[in-house]
């Protein structure tokens, strides 16, 4: 780089600073001249100094002068107005704050604690994720180790996933890296998603070089550090010279139907279509689409939450109104994009009601994914018409464990007929002796995944080995498959409810709750003591730890009861075929048998026809599930379940 242009920018920067009068910089050479006579009228940020030669990677700051908020409001400004700079949506992301997070502080402590020997090897892997930019300077300096103490003290680790993290990786073995390995462009090099980037402010003020490069919205850009095997250890703390799949989340998005149609950063850089200029202060620049939002969201509601509060301790720079944008766009991510949910009645018996339960994932990944602690929860609640209960299933008790669950961990379910019984998505870590645990070292064998597979998912794979289904729902007819075929993305969940008697108005309630940190995931972290663990758990116990409601589905029922000698008699005299069919269906009546009405509804409860005796077949009119209720001349009736395929 040009010396003189180190100079001329830095002189520029101490004036502006000193004395708060604009003046002209003969090095910016790339604004008009009406720009240039408007530094004379106005107060404009003047451009930051070059970053230091010998750092291989820039502060976020750095990028905030021509990637943050234009004064002039014409850059990062949608047609409807909306600011949409990339510095601000970044600063309050879990990426941004990611060497700052008190939880991962606190869970590396824990690992520490109970592994003295394997300090340096646990702090470095654990940095090379939440805080590369530190980690891969040190490491590519000749660094063996990359600890939490070191973090503390370097403000590029401190950076998190900071702009370099992502904008410096080489596409040389993007996709077939884990655990932290990266291959990071040494250059000077920040490649972007344009062809022809306005260079010139980049490399002159920054010293930094802008390319092209596609392979910046390649969903293996978030391999590295969304698939991580970790090292097996004993309970006394002895290296097995295994390893054991912790998370395994871009796996899965390639054992899906999104592999071939949609990246990662489709969701989480989510794309604008309308051209969006995307440098502050330079207002010959034309827009630039598609344009990637930089949201970069998950589903950690609570979190979020908690660094918002404690942005002080944290040292966390980024505005409440930023946190509360991205803590609405991650309730958005997880009641929009996550899930759909459809409740049915069935049938009902002399004391029971049927119902069928389908949740449909729609993330691009399993769900709930990630980091192994996260788990969704299925609750199922039956009352009278005054409030009453009669029948519930995975409520929330006042410390947000779920009522009923086992104190290991609960199975799968096919068929829920008991209130001991509850469903929960989630990935159980085992460890050498089978016994469950949250302590990352000890992982040794999955007990139990049977968190949502994605559209497209398969065990024959070839990346199923570390994408397994484990557990009950490795046997469950209705899991990821539809008359045996795999990759439905579904899991259809039947609820048997015994009413012990009660006749009349009932009302039925799912909902599907998710969290980040359930209470059983912090037993074995809190039964410990660190600094980071009780500086955390101050701020863990004064969050709003509530569930976050995913999605939610209702029906009123009236239950009137078929007893079961008159169901009985009246199945064997009438019957309804084919079953499941194509459209058309036939009853097949006793001779001394007379119908005198035929009704269909779907599983709504809507009716769909009414029907004299004299009818025997019947069109269907779409796919779906019906039911058939017949009565007789006795005022009996029988009610058949129809699946139309």
């Not at 997070?101 to 654990?126: G, M, Q």
């Not at 910046?216 to 004993?234: F, K, M, P, R, V």
């Not at 029907?611 to 019906?626: C, M, Q, V, W």
Request: proline residues 5%; hydrophobic residues 35%; charged residues 20%.
């Amino acid at each position: 780089m040009n010396t003189k242009i180190y100079i001329t920018a830095g002189i520029f920067a101490l004036i502006m600073c000193a004395s708060l009068i604009p003046v002209r910089n003969e090095a910016n050479t790339f604004h008009t001249e009406s720009e240039l006579a408007a530094y004379e009228q106005m107060l404009i940020s003047p451009p930051p100094p070059p970053v230091d030669s010998n750092l291989i990677f820039p502060k976020s700051t750095a990028c905030e002068g021509c990637h943050g908020f234009d004064e002039a409001e014409f850059a990062y400004i949608t047609q409807l107005g909306e600011e949409v700079n990339v510095f601000d949506d970044w600063q309050a992301t879990m990426m941004a704050n990611s060497a700052k997070d008190p939880f991962w502080r606190a869970k590396v402590s824990h690992e520490v604690l109970l592994h003295p020997n394997e300090k340096e090897e646990i702090e470095t892997k654990c940095t090379s994720c939440h805080a590369p930019q530190g980690h891969y300077t040190a490491i590519l300096r000749g660094e063996p180790h990359y600890t939490m103490e070191d973090l503390l003290l370097d403000t590029i680790g401190l950076d998190g996933v900071g702009c370099g993290s992502c904008h410096m990786m080489s596409a040389t073995g993007l996709g077939d890296l884990n655990s932290g390995i990266i291959n990071y462009d040494t250059t000077r090099t920040l490649y972007g998603p344009f062809p022809g980037p306005f260079a010139g402010p980049m490399t002159e003020f920054l010293g930094y070089t802008p390319v092209y490069a596609p392979h910046i919205q390649d969903a293996g850009l978030c391999a590295s550090c969304h698939s991580l095997l970790i090292e097996t250890h004993d309970l006394e703390g002895n290296n097995l010279g295994t390893k054991f799949v912790e998370q395994a989340t871009y796996q899965e998005w390639q054992n899906s139907f999104y592999e071939e149609e949609q990246s990662c950063q489709h969701c989480h850089i989510p794309q604008l279509e309308e051209e969006i200029v995307i440098s502050s202060g330079y207002s010959f620049l034309e827009g630039r689409a598609p344009f990637g939002r930089h949201d970069l969201v998950g589903a950690n509601t609570l979190m979020l939450g908690l660094m918002q509060e404690n942005k002080e301790a944290l040292d966390i720079e980024a505005s409440d109104e930023d946190y509360a944008e991205t803590i609405q766009k991650t309730f958005d991510m997880l009641q929009e994009k996550s899930l759909d949910l459809t409740l049915e009645y069935q049938n009902e018996t002399v004391d029971s009601l049927f119902f069928a339960l389908e949740l449909v994932n729609k993330a691009g990944h399993k769900f709930p994914s990630g980091y192994p602690s996260r788990r969704a929860t299925v609750e199922f609640v039956v009352t009278t018409e005054i409030g009453d209960t009669l029948f519930q299933s995975g409520v929330h008790e006042p410390n947000y464990e779920v009522k009923g669950r086992d104190d290991d961990f609960e199975n799968h379910y096919d068929i829920i007929n008991s209130e001991e019984q509850v469903q929960i998505y989630e990935f159980v870590i085992g460890d050498v002796n089978g016994d469950p645990t949250t302590v990352l070292e000890r992982g040794a064998i999955a007990l139990k995944d049977n968190r949502l597979a994605p559209l497209g998912f398969t065990t024959t794979h070839e990346v199923y080995d570390t994408t397994r289904i484990v557990g009950q729902a490795d046997f469950d007819a209705n899991f990821n498959k539809d008359n045996g075929v795999e990759g439905t993305g579904k899991d259809s969940l039947f609820y048997h409810i015994p009413l012990n008697g009660y006749f009349g108005a009932v009302n039925v309630s799912t909902k599907v709750w998710y969290q980040s940190l359930p209470p059983a995931w912090m037993t074995e972290m809190f039964s410990e003591t660190t600094p980071e663990i009780e500086t955390f758990r101050v701020m863990f116990d004064n969050a709003d730890r509530s569930p976050v409601l995913v999605e939610e589905q209702t029906l009123a029922i009236d239950f009137v009861g078929v007893s079961a000698t008159e169901e009985l008699g009246f199945n064997t005299i009438v019957q309804v075929f084919p079953n499941p069919t194509s459209g058309w269906i036939t009853l097949d009546v006793s001779e001394n048998t007379i119908v005198e009405k035929i009704e269909i509804r779907n599983v709504n409860g809507q009716e769909i026809g009414s029907f004299s005796e004299n009818d025997r077949s019947f069109l269907l009119p779409t796919k779906g599930i019906y039911l058939i209720t017949i009565y007789d001349e006795k005022g009996r009736k029988m009610t058949e379940r129809v699946v139309v395929e």
